[in-house]
């Protein structure tokens, strides 16, 4: 995955740096250089071939780009990348840390898990009228921002009750 560094995808986001892989694709820091910002840029893996798994992730970014929500990632923009074939989407770059890197740092004052929790059940309480179960709700996909903003992240195990 590392061969997209330096690449222009849809000739808009040039990739930067990788920041991190998941279950079903690998993250990447890179630049919206329409927008002028940073934003982390999202592809399934390559490597893997699967009807199934690119359904998968195509249906996390038709979800996604249904959603406004403080505490739900903001999508950008997203396709098939024309010259690797890869599918991406580009999202906001949520810059500070996750749940999961929090509670190494353990004990997690009590004020700051009732600022976590108070946030993700205000995303739900967006999410679940809607017929959207996230149904991946873990430390790694609950990131906080530096202002102490929960943000939603990884809806490939999303499951939308009205598709």
Known sequence: M??????FIDKRFRVLSPLGRGGMGAVFLAEDAKM???VAIK???GDIHSLKLEERFEREFRLMATLSHPNVATLYAGGRDKESGYLWYAMELV?????????EDAPVPLETVHLIVEQIADAFDYLHPKGIIHRD???????????????????GLARDLAM
């Open 2 to 7: 590392n061969t997209f560094i330096g690449a």
């Open 36 to 38: 002028e910002r940073p």
């Open 43 to 45: 592809f399934l893996y």
């Open 95 to 103: 810059e500070g840390r996750s749940v999961d890197e929090l509670i």
């Open 137 to 155: 709700i873990t430390p790694r996909n609950v990131l906080l921002t530096k202002q102490n903003r929960v943000v939603l992240v990884d809806f």
